[in-house]
C-alpha cells in the first residue's frame, strides 16, 4: 500500500470521512452562515485544516459526502497557473 492510499483510507475511513483529514480545499463547500463568521488569517498556512477546526469550535457540523460530484480542473499551463496564484493574491488584499 502506497502513503496516498494510506492517507485516502484513513481520510475516508475514520469517521466515515467527517475528519480534518476529509477537508480539503479544492472539494470544499462552505455554508453561508459559516462563511459569514469565519475569517481566515493571512499567517494561515494549513487553511483547510483552519476552516475545519473553526468549523467545529463555531459549532457547526462538517460532513463528508461520498457521493457529490465535484468538477475541478487543476492548472494546466504556466500561464493558468499564474493566473490561479494572482486570484489568491487579490483575495488576500481584499480581506
Known sequence: MTGHEMYQRLRLDYK??????????????????????????STIMCNDSFLYLSCKSLGFGFVHVP?????????????????QIERFIVAKKND
Open 67 to 83: 457521493k457529490a460530484t465535484v468538477l475541478y480542473r487543476a492548472p494546466k499551463t504556466a500561464s493558468d497557473h499564474f493566473k
Open 16 to 41: 466515515q470521512g467527517n475528519n480534518i483529514l476529509g477537508c480539503i480545499g479544492q472539494i470544499l463547500a462552505l455554508s453561508n452562515s459559516f462563511a459569514k463568521q469565519v475569517k481566515v488569517p
